[in-house]
């Protein structure tokens, strides 16, 4: 069935449980390596991960002076000063409050005007960065990572994807309506999620009590996008539920 023994569980009794642990390996990893290539996710399961992060810079424990990041995906065709957009969550939520010079930090564009060409040229960059040291992940309710919705293949490399409807519909609480959440999303593919050095999952919360649970049973297949984690190197899994 499965390659379990390379995946490391964590089960925490809290949302702040899991944001601490999960930022004590970044902070770990950045203390180890200065140069760290991050690789960062959106959504509602990080922001407290990046609270303790910002924690941890205030306390001079950490600097992004010299680290490089990757953000998973954004969406197709809003502006990315937009409230709702990835790059405006990550402003308010990260680089706004740490050291990370303005070129260091990247995001696919997601208004390019040849969006084929930027996936290609997304995948490029983090390679020449040298590739992920550390991607920290969420996981969506239907196993999606970033935006790799059931069915993508797993050797996708950073692509062009239409959002699931029960995606969209996830979000839409970011935005005003859910006729505003884009059709269309940029995302790393699961080949480039699965070129990082070490992945780190987070998962909390009732609603995702049944990805988890799909997610260690164990079975690999392209209907369920996470399940090929499973097959990564160096996978953490930190997940719980108040249940
Ligand atoms: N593209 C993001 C994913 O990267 C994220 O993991 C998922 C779960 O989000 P949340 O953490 O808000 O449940 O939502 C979005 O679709």
């Known amino acids: 069935m499965i390659e379990q023994e390379t995946v490391k569980w964590i089960k925490v009794g809290s949302y702040e449980e899991m944001s601490k642990i999960a930022s004590s390996i970044f902070v770990k990893q950045l203390q180890n390596k200065s140069n760290s290539v991050l690789g960062f996710a959106t959504g509602g399961s990080p922001v407290g991960f990046y609270k303790e992060i910002v924690k941890s810079y205030q306390e001079g424990k950490i600097s992004f002076e010299e680290v490089t990041s990757f953000n998973l995906d954004e969406y197709v065709g809003i502006p990315s000063s937009s409230p709702a957009s990835y790059a405006t969550y990550m ?5 706004q409050h740490v050291d990370v010079p303005k070129e260091s930090y990247h995001l696919p564009n997601g208004n390019a005007i040849n969006l084929e060409e930027e996936c290609l040229r997304y995948d490029k960059s983090i390679e020449a960065a040298g590739g992920i040291d550390l991607q920290l ?5 239907n196993g999606h990572i970033a935006f790799n919705e059931p069915g993508i293949p ?4 950073t692509n062009i994807v ?4 029960s995606t969209r519909i996830e979000n839409a609480r970011y935005f005003e309506n859910l006729e505003d959440v884009p059709t269309q999303a940029i995302t790393m593919g699961i ?6 050095k070490k992945i780190v999952l987070i998962a909390f919360g ?3 009590v049944a990805a988890i649970e799909r997610l260690y049973r164990g079975t ?3 209907d369920f996008p996470a399940s090929q984690l499973l097959k990564h190197s160096n996978l953490t899994v930190i997940y719980g539920s108040e249940g």
């Open 91 to 95: 402003i308010e939520n990260l680089f």
């Open 137 to 141: 992940l969420g996981i969506g309710v």
């Open 154 to 157: 797993f050797t996708s490399l």
């Open 162 to 165: 239409d959002l699931a409807e």
């Open 191 to 196: 080949q480039s999620i699965m070129n990082a």
């Open 206 to 208: 009732d609603k995702k």
């Open 220 to 222: 690999i297949t392209e």
